[in-house]
């Protein structure tokens, strides 16, 4: 036979284990016994080792996991920190986490949302400044009509004191005239515009010495209606 042939494994009291087989096409046996001691050293070092190793393995797994779970808490922890200055109107911070992973897809979005609201409150500013100068334009342009109606109504009340009455007339009629154009809306009423022309009309007629004449057919119930501002004054200077 080819085999080894097992004696003495299953007695308790044997201190061995005898393996032999006999030598194929000769008349000899081989041989071997193994003290059981030995395999039961062999089989604690290999248990041994074993235990030591998967303790090795849980242990680094555990520090693997922690290490990356450390990482992601940094990362998400940064993340809130972010949005906390966020909060604090501070519009500069940002993120730049070039991983592709979700929280790196969310530190982009949020560095583009940080990006997207600066610019909109730096446009909103830049607007605001552009209001504000357009309002400063707006009263300057106002001082200096105030400053011409108030020097023209002088000039009418002067007239008048002087007994100069056609004078007292074209100005009164000058100022209502630029009144009316200067501080007007797009809209106006057309009670507005008939006053608008009526001066404009006054001043020519008084230029050409009584040799024009206007005629105004508007049913006063339609005065206070609104229509375009300086809509009648081209229509009558033509």
């Known amino acids: 036979s080819g ?18 087989r006999q030598l194929n096409q000769y008349p000899l046996w081989v041989v071997a016994e193994v003290p059981i001691s030995e395999i039961k050293t062999r089989s ?30 940094r990362r998400i ?31 982009r979005k949020f560095d583009w949302m940080a990006e997207r609201i600066k610019n909109l409150i730096n446009d909103v500013y830049k607007t605001n400044i552009q209001k504000k100068e357009a309002e400063m334009n707006l009263l300057h342009a106002q001082i200096n009509p105030h400053f011409l109606y108030n020097t023209l ?19 009164r009629n000058l100022s209502e005239f630029l009144r009316l154009s200067l501080n007007i809306d797009k ?18 007629q008084y ?12 049913p006063q119930m339609l005065y206070h209606y609104k229509t375009l501002a300086i809509l009648l004054q081209p229509l009558v200077e033509n």
Do not use: C
């Not at 230029?207 to 508007?218: G, H, P, T, W, Y």
């Open 153 to 171: 109504d002088g000039i009418h009340w002067l007239a008048k004191r002087h007994k100069a009455d056609e004078i007292s007339y074209m100005i």
């Open 77 to 107: 922890k940064r993340l809130v920190t972010a949005m906390g200055t966020l909060e604090k109107n501070n519009f500069n911070e940002r993120i730049n986490d070039p991983r592709n992973d979700e929280i790196g897809v969310l530190s």
């Open 207 to 218: 230029r050409f010495e009584d040799r024009v004449n206007l005629k105004i057919e508007i």
């Open 187 to 204: 809209k106006v009423t057309i009670e507005t515009e008939i006053k608008h022309v009526q001066a404009y009309f006054n001043i020519q």
């Open 3 to 20: 085999k080894f042939i097992l004696e003495g494994a299953e007695n308790e009291d044997t201190d061995s284990i005898i393996l032999y």
């Open 44 to 73: 604690k070092a290999i248990l041994k080792q074993f235990v030591t190793i998967a303790i090795a393995v849980i242990m680094g797994s555990f520090l693997l996991a922690y290490l990356i779970a450390g990482g992601v808490t």
